[in-house]
């Protein structure tokens, strides 16, 4: 998504309690951040907020990591996130905003971290083939997650976008991810909680099926030879056709 320069974002950051401007420091040590120990849960590509704003609020026994590559989203997230916690005159303490390269994710965060949970809501679905890699659901991206998340942690992944989506289940598959929850029609599946954010509205509005996934980190398939169908029976049962 583009968004216009705006001179205040990065200045405004800089004077904000819960960002921080050098991850790579704190890699394998997140936890000392935070008030308290507890869950830690990142989003990737938080883009304004509309997201980590209500999830932070809500969930106050979990610890959210917000990472974007831009100041003018993160400024915005940041303002998002302190309207948010000002309805109860609270200060947020169970959220960070950081900027990165998530390409380089690598560089801020290790198995140390113990991130128990991923959310990739709306990302760039980068759908021109010499731009694939490029994608937070790419197979290059997912197994540089695995890194630092939990045996058993989980990806939520939501998205509007068709292609991206279908081929992001491969992508979890080869990658050595479960899929243990899917639908193609978020809005209708019943599926709770489900925090809507402005640009999840906008394209429900619009028409568009919102399509939502939950894949589970297991064991690397080193087996040769994979099944006639590469598509596990477990899987499948899963699946809303």
């Not at 001179?7 to 890699?27: Q, S, T, V």
């Not at 303002?79 to 390409?103: Q, S, W, Y």
């Not at 568009?208 to 169908?229: G, H, R």
């Amino acid at each position: 998504m583009r968004i216009r320069h705006k001179p205040w974002a990065r200045p405004e950051l800089l004077e904000c309690g819960f960002y921080i401007d050098n991850p790579d420091d704190y890699k394998g040590k997140w936890s000392e951040l935070y008030h308290e120990k507890q869950p830690f849960h990142i989003e990737l590509g938080c883009g304004k907020g509309g997201f980590m704003s209500q999830a932070a609020y809500i969930n106050r026994d979990i610890n959210y990591l917000a990472v974007d590559i831009k100041n003018e989203m993160l400024g915005l997230a940041k303002r998002n996130i302190v309207k948010a916690f000002d309805r109860t005159g609270e200060k947020p303490e169970n959220v960070l905003l950081t900027i990165h390269n998530i390409e380089r994710i690598f560089m801020m965060l290790d198995e140390n971290d113990c991130v128990e949970r991923i959310y990739i809501n709306f990302c760039n679905p980068w759908p021109r083939n010499k731009h694939k890699k490029r994608r937070l659901t790419h197979s290059r991206q997912l197994l540089q997650y695995r890194d630092f998340l939990v045996d058993n942690g989980e990806i939520h992944f939501k998205t509007d976008d068709d292609e991206l989506f279908e081929e992001s289940l491969e992508y979890f598959l080869e990658s050595g991810f479960k899929v243990i929850y899917i639908t193609r029609d978020l809005h209708n599946s019943g599926y709770e909680p489900n925090l809507i954010t402005e640009h999840e509205k906008m394209f429900s509005d619009e028409g568009i099926k919102i399509k939502f996934l939950i894949a589970k980190k297991v064991q690397l398939d080193t087996s040769p030879y994979p099944s006639e169908s590469g598509v596990p029976d477990d899987r499948k049962e899963t699946i809303d056709i």
